[in-house]
């Protein structure tokens, strides 16, 4: 279980302004949890998953996973970037077999979860492939592979699938939801696109300013298709999520 109390981080930038990135955040988030953060622009859900992720450091509060506090990086958590992830120098198997590596895994074993990791996510035959000769969309599935295959109970994701086309995106999400059923992982998901976070989250957890201004369950049923998303339920949470982004602009950090 993840536990953040009264977590706060604010930036000094180069000009002498300081920016409250993260205003005194409180929260758990349970084992295998699908939650989404959203948020307008510069609202915090990057800071608040880089401090997740233990690459940010919090100027006040705490995070915790499993009554451990976060004081950096570690093989509980894994990350998936907006950017590409994947290391071009490495072929496609040797990108996923990475993080494995880094474990002191023995190479057969290593070789194994990868090649079936990069069968669960549709690549079984691009193991000798360079990142190049992929797809953005590819690149993704093994950035997901890769972060699957390192074991982490935890998977922290900053609007991985941003820059991708509606029906690639579609395609990565039901993927996702997949691999999230049959795996049990926790994942915590960066989107600012409300209909993603319907077909994606079990919650969904609104920052303005820094803050959680709202705790909602998606308790919507699966598969989250446009039916079920169009049900009024869904409407409702839509509704309600896009009146919190829609609320007069509020500079980041002047609170
Ligand atoms: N490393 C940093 N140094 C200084 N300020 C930062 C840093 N990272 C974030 N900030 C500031 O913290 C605030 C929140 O930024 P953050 O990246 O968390 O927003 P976001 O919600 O992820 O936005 P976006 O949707 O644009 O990615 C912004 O005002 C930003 O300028
Ligand atoms: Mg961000």
Redesign the pocket.
């Known amino acids: 279980m993840i536990s953040i109390t009264n977590a706060s981080?604010v930036?000094?930038?180069a000009s002498g302004r300081e920016?409250r990135?993260?205003d005194r955040i409180s929260s758990t988030i349970g084992d295998g949890e699908f939650v989404c953060l959203l948020?307008?622009?510069?609202?915090?859900?990057?800071?608040?998953?880089?401090s997740l992720a233990g690459l940010?450091t919090l100027t006040a509060g705490e995070i915790a996973v499993d009554g451990r506090p976060v004081k950096g990086p570690g093989i509980d958590r894994g990350m998936v970037f907006?950017e590409d992830t994947v290391f071009p120098w490495m072929t496609v198997q040797a990108n996923v077999e990475f993080g494995l590596l880094a474990q002191g895994i023995p190479a057969a074993e290593r070789q194994g979860v990868a090649r079936e990791w990069l069968d669960k996510v549709g690549l079984g035959r691009f193991g000798d492939s360079w990142p190049k000769e992929l797809s953005g969309g590819m690149r993704k599935r093994v950035a997901i592979a890769t972060a699957f295959a390192g074991g982490a109970p935890i998977l922290l994701m900053?609007?991985p699938f941003g820059p991708l086309d509606y029906v690639t995106r579609r395609d990565l999400q039901n993927l996702l939801i997949d691999l999230w059923r049959s795996t049990g992982r926790t994942i915590i998901f960066?989107t600012?696109d409300i209909e993603e976070a319907l077909v994606l989250a079990e919650r969904a957890l609104v920052?303005r300013a820094?803050r959680i201004v709202d705790d909602i369950r998606v308790d919507l049923t699966r598969p989250r298709d446009e039916e079920e998303r169009a049900s009024p339920r869904g409407i409702a949470i839509s509704k309600t999520i896009l009146g919190h982004l829609e609320l007069e602009q509020h500079t980041?950090?002047a609170a």
């Open positions: 981080c930036f000094r930038h920016v990135a993260l948020g307008r622009s510069g609202h915090g859900k990057s800071t608040l998953l880089r940010n907006q900053d609007e960066v600012h920052l820094g980041p950090g």
